[in-house]
């Protein structure tokens, strides 16, 4: 028996609508408004309709606010980190599969840990680190009574110091490790054949070898689906820029566009301004999903095999 599926084909084009309706709304919302003036604003609230002034209020976010800087920020530690990640997550999972170690299982363990502890809830340790690297060998010298040692002999302990706060360094660094990307690629790299990397071996290939003429080829749809994902969350982190970066030159984009509504009760936000700042950080990230979205679903598919 063949059943009608007309019924269900218009169902599904109206929850498809409805999604698409959904999605466009803000979208649209957010194009109007920053095409408003700020004195519209306070006389008529949010713009349901365009207006003529979002190319002035464009101009006026790189004009009278630090955007532009904290764009370049943004960029800076968005694309360190989905480097860095996609070649620590690389390296970690061909070490796991195709490396005989007998802890391999528990250090893949501890690798996927990362992903239920995010930085957000260990942010007050990462921010003490942070502030200075050298805490932990500090700790580790007075633990140890070494520290009271170097006192009576030298006349004053060690204590050593270095922050990275307000640095990109400090920026990206505590973003870097990540256990998805390594659970990607070697969910990846267990759908190869058992055999290759032996295969590779009676060839004279070399472990090296291996990783750059055969591994590395075969892993350009997973690397790219993995550096489109890290890049995304490096561009919208929050709470972490918000705590590392103290001047407005250092912070990220999105947490300049925060810092665009005023602290002062009862003073009405710019929305016009703030909109066109939301308009202008979000063309990078929509760039890069419209370039790299087909390899971004070949990765993930391939992944899942």
Known sequence: MIENARSLNIVASLIL?????????????????????????????????????LFSNL??????????????NSMVTAFSIAVFTCILS???????????????????????ATIMLPLDIRVITTYQVAANVFSPVNGLLDVTGL????????GSPVKLEWSVLNTHLGLIAPLVAHGTGTFLFRQFFLTLP???FKAARMDGAGPFRFLFDILLPLSRTSFAALFVLTFLSGWTQYLWPLVAASTPDMQTAVVGLARLVP?????????????AGAIIVSIIPLAMIALLQRFLVQGLALTEK
Do not use: C
Request: no cysteine; net charge negative.
């Open 17 to 53: 609508i409805a999604g698409i309706l959904y999605i466009l709304g803000p979208l649209y919302l957010t194009l109007s408004t920053a095409s408003q003036s700020y004195e519209f604003m306070l006389r008529n609230g949010l713009a349901w309709y365009p207006g003529g002034r």
């Open 59 to 72: 101009a006026r976010v790189f004009a009278e606010t630090h955007i532009p800087i904290q764009m370049v």
């Open 90 to 112: 690389f390296l970690s999972a061909y070490a796991i599969v195709y490396f005989r170690i007998r802890w391999a299982g528990a250090a893949f363990a501890l690798v996927l």
């Open 147 to 154: 520290n009271g040692l170097i006192s009576d002999y030298f």
């Open 194 to 196: 058992k055999d290759l």
């Open 263 to 275: 602290d002062a009760d009862g003073e009405m936000p710019d929305f016009p301004m703030i909109m």
